[in-house]
T-cell receptor
Framework: KQEVTQIPAALSVPEGENLVLNCSFT??????LQWFRQDPGKGLTSLLL?????REQTSGRLNASLDKSSGRSTLYIAASQPGDSATYLC???????????FGTGTRLAVRP | SAVISQKPSRDICQRGTSLTIQCQVD?????MFWYRQQPGQSLTLIAT?????????ESGFVIDKFPISRPNLTFSTLTVSNMSPEDSSIYLC??????????FGPGTRLLVL
């Protein structure tokens, strides 16, 4: 059974810092990996999708990497802003390609 | 991309009653899912809603408690039956076409008194 863990559980940084969020998964046979953002009381917004054959994806100030063999992904946020404050969730889709398994989330606060 | 809407956005219900949540996708999608997010927790998959057939439930979730319908490729409903305070959660509808990004609705916030 796939298990997904995110470290740290919570993070508080001053505005402008570059930061890294970590995601690890136990079964490396994955179809793809997706990073989401969730604002309090809201649904999920997809940030980046990495297919199993890819090593990284970039969107604006966000960069996500994938190392399947070690069961790890990182989300890099450059020049953080208060508007980046949210919970960030990593989710892995198994090799059968059917359902996502979610991580525990990292709650990020960016201080002005 | 797919845009997903859910109704209601929130509700307060009495224990023992049932609530049906509707999910509408703005385009035809292969797969639709229902998730639950309990307070302070991550998302847990309840079931995969199959078009024209019975839903596929995850361990710990049963059809009598969470009946699901999916009459076509853009619409699904989840009913939370015989509710108790432990059912207080956010319920999220999700849609996916193979190989692409999975999208989520805004969620339905349920409080059971």
């Amino acid at each position: 059974k796939q298990e997904v863990t995110q470290i740290p559980a919570a993070l508080s940084v001053p505005e402008g810092e570059n930061l890294v969020l970590n995601c690890s998964f136990t079964d490396s046979a994955i179809y793809n990996l997706q990073w989401f953002r969730q604002d309090p009381g809201k649904g999920l917004t997809s940030l980046l999708l990495i297919q199993s054959s890819q090593r990284e994806q970039t969107s604006g100030r966000l960069n996500a990497s994938l190392d399947k063999s070690s069961g790890r992904s990182t989300l890099y946020i450059a020049a953080s802003q208060p508007g980046d404050s949210a919970t960030y969730l990593c989710a892995v889709r198994g090799s059968s390609g059917d359902k996502l398994t979610f991580g525990t989330g990292t709650r990020l606060a960016v201080r002005p | 991309s797919a845009v997903i809407s859910q109704k209601p956005s929130r509700d307060i219900c009495q224990r023992g009653t049932s609530l049906t949540i509707q999910c509408q996708v703005d385009s035809q999608v292969t797969m639709m899912f229902w998730y639950r997010q309990q307070p302070g927790q991550s998302l847990t998959l309840i079931a995969t809603a199959n078009q024209g057939s019975e839903a596929t439930y995850e361990s710990g979730f049963v059809i009598d408690k969470f009946p699901i319908s999916r009459p076509n490729l853009t619409f699904s409903t989840l009913t939370v039956s015989n509710m108790s305070p432990e059912d207080s959660s956010i319920y999220l509808c999700s849609a996916w076409d193979r190989g692409e990004t999975q999208y989520f609705g805004p969620g339905t916030r349920l409080l059971v008194l």
